[in-house]
């Protein structure tokens, strides 16, 4: 069977690219012979954890799932009752992208900030809290942000403590969707467990897919005993893969020698190129500051048009004629070069 591959390399999502070269020969590699299905008793999956807990500590307990919103709705549902709620950026991937998910399986609600950068601040978080005690209302119980944000920002270390410190002093949780987590990481210079463990997150959406795994999540609980009954959830909520091999192997490849890293480097650096670039040229600007691999610019609606027929990207803002264009592990300077000479051909 031949597959006509006709969509040219874009900027709509870092989702839209393909698979690492090191992610695709290990699932090849994988694929040989039999493993014990659903990670029971199966080497990898002992290897797997080991690898977790040096990633993130010792207390930490993974479980894997197959993807992002399936990570994002279980790590919620397992620390929300039905009259609690969360408290997240109305932009948050789990308020406007999951289509209503989070509150089918929860019960529980959404409660929104407005920000204008996809951050939220404790301060924000504060006036919720009024509803703590009174039976009428829904009790906030979990702080939920998203690392990077939807608006591709990057919340600072110091900003995740702050959050985190706050929430554990009011009862709460703090939920870190780390769909993205990666090219934070790079674009801080930290670690995954300065970022996550030190800072007081209590679950964390890892995800890779964006960043060049095929399929497959992980829901990290920082402190194991948040993960009780976990597996069970995990079962009922459809996401127990018999053939988890096929997930774990991916893992495993990608934190081998830093595959993650090189690859959030790579789209990082090439969105920071893009972002340049684009504001070079005139009649364009930028509309948000390029913090990790996400550029967001404001162009001419009907370049806007014309541009989307040789390279496809998404209008983010429509009454302000923004755009958001997403650099990929794969994105190269060919790539971007190309998109600005378009831009400057036909604007």
Not at 117 to 145: A, R
Request: hydrophobic content about 40%; some cysteine.
């Amino acid at each position: 069977m031949n597959f006509d591959a006709t969509f040219r390399k874009g900027f709509a999502s870092d989702n839209w690219s393909g698979v690492s070269n090191e992610i695709m020969l290990a699932l090849q590699q994988i694929n040989k012979g039999h493993h014990p299905s659903y990670g029971e008793n199966d080497p990898l999956m002992n290897q797997a954890q080991k690898v977790f807990k040096d990633v993130f500590g010792d207390e930490s307990q993974t479980f894997f799932v197959y993807n992002g919103t399936a990570a994002n709705v279980l790590a919620v549902q397992q620390l929300l009752r039905s009259w609690q709620a969360v408290v997240a950026p109305h932009s948050a991937h789990m308020n406007e992208d999951e289509g209503g998910a989070p509150e089918k399986f929860t019960g529980g609600k959404i409660l929104t900030i407005h920000s204008e950068n996809g951050k939220i601040l404790p301060e924000q978080v504060e006036p919720f809290l009024n509803s703590i005690g009174f039976q009428h209302h829904v009790q906030p119980k979990l702080i939920s942000i998203s690392q990077t944000t939807e608006m591709g920002t990057v919340y600072s270390l110091d900003e995740i403590k702050a959050l985190a410190d706050f929430a554990h002093k009011n009862d709460m949780y703090l939920h870190m969707d780390g769909a993205r987590i990666s090219n934070a990481a790079v674009a801080l210079g930290c670690s995954f467990k300065e970022m996550v463990t030190d800072t007081g997150v209590d679950v964390l959406s890892f995800g890779g897919t964006k960043n060049g795994l095929m399929f497959g999540e992980a829901v990290v609980f920082l402190n194991k005993e948040l993960a009780e009954g976990f597996e069970y959830s995990r079962k009922q909520g459809m996401q127990l893969a018999s053939k988890m091999r096929f997930i774990i192997v991916q893992f495993l490849t990608y934190f081998e020698n830093d595959l993650w890293k090189r690859n959030a480097e790579n789209a990082n650096s090439m969105a920071g190129l893009l972002g340049k670039k684009l504001a070079a040229v005139q009649g364009l600007s930028l509309s948000r500051a390029v913090e990790a691999n996400g550029v967001f610019a404001i162009m001419p609606k009907d370049l806007i048009a014309k541009l989307q027929k040789e390279y496809f990207f998404h209008v983010w803002n429509e009454s302000k004629n923004e755009v958001r264009l997403m650099c990929s592990f794969d994105t190269t300077l060919d790539d971007v070069e190309g998109f600005v000479a378009a831009a400057e051909r036909l604007k």
